[in-house]
């Protein structure tokens, strides 16, 4: 499945990415516009799954793409144990109407 280039170079892309997986892992729920929303989905399921393995390469592996290592603490002591036996599917996605200014659609991303 390819990924959304956002218009933007990768470097860019990808510490957009980082910025936002962080973001969410830390807070829980964050407002974003609709196709960050739904690759945002995509990164953090994958992050949780890094923490539901618990190894120390999945933590490595994780530490390599969130850059608070405190919110890598976080996420394989406190998140990844609430969805030990969940099977995917760990974020929503909810729509939150249009952005005043340019009407960009809105979701909110929250764990479930």
């Known amino acids: 499945?390819?990924?959304?280039?956002?218009?933007?170079?990768?470097?860019?892309?990808?510490?957009?990415?980082r910025n936002i997986t962080t973001s969410l892992l830390k807070h829980g729920k964050i407002v974003t516009t609709e196709p960050k929303a739904k690759e945002l989905r995509r990164i953090a399921d994958k992050m949780i799954t890094l923490g539901k393995q618990g190894d120390l390469h999945a933590r490595r592996?994780?530490?390599?793409?969130?850059?608070?290592?405190?919110?890598?603490?976080?996420?394989?002591?406190?998140?990844?144990?609430?969805?030990?036996?969940?099977?995917g599917g760990?974020?929503?996605?909810l729509k939150a109407g249009?952005?005043?200014?340019?009407?960009?659609p809105m979701c909110i991303v929250e764990l479930v």
Do not use: C
């Open 1 to 17: 499945m390819p990924y959304r280039k956002f218009s933007r170079p990768t470097n860019h892309r990808r510490a957009l990415l």
């Open 90 to 93: 760990y974020t929503r996605v």
């Open 61 to 87: 592996q994780a530490l390599a793409f969130i850059q608070e290592e405190s919110v890598v603490t976080h996420l394989f002591k406190e998140i990844a144990p609430k969805y030990a036996t969940r099977q």
């Open 98 to 104: 249009f952005r005043r200014g340019d009407a960009a």
